[in-house]
């Protein structure tokens, strides 16, 4: 049967139950240090992927700013052109 590691380890929570005074061992402190790298890494990307989604809106409106800025100027010449 195939097991997407990916998806598999999203989904479970790793661990293992030992005594009071037990210890984990390496391989184990080793899986624990990949998942957080791992988990923090994709609140990065998430964070990233909003980040820019804000830049283009900001880009759009920007864009929108400078053409309601030509209408504006252009309706002042006409306002000044027909006070005559």
């Known amino acids: 049967m195939w097991k997407d590691y ?3 380890s999203r989904i479970f929570d790793w661990g293992r139950k030992i ?3 037990g210890n984990l061992t390496t391989e184990e402190l080793k899986t624990g240090s ?4 791992a ?3 994709e ?8 980040i820019s989604q804000s830049i283009e809106n900001y880009k759009d409106l ?3 700013n400078k053409k309601l800025k030509k209408t504006i100027s252009g309706l002042k ?3 000044n052109k027909n006070r005559k």
């Not at 990949?34 to 790298?37: A, N, V």
């Not at 609140?43 to 909003?50: A, H, N």
């Open 6 to 8: 990916k998806k598999h």
């Open 19 to 21: 005594e009071k005074n």
């Open 34 to 37: 990949l998942l957080r790298i």
């Open 39 to 41: 988990d923090s890494l």
């Open 43 to 50: 609140k990065m990307e998430q964070r990233y992927t909003e």
């Open 62 to 64: 920007e864009i929108e």
């Open 77 to 79: 010449g006409y306002i």
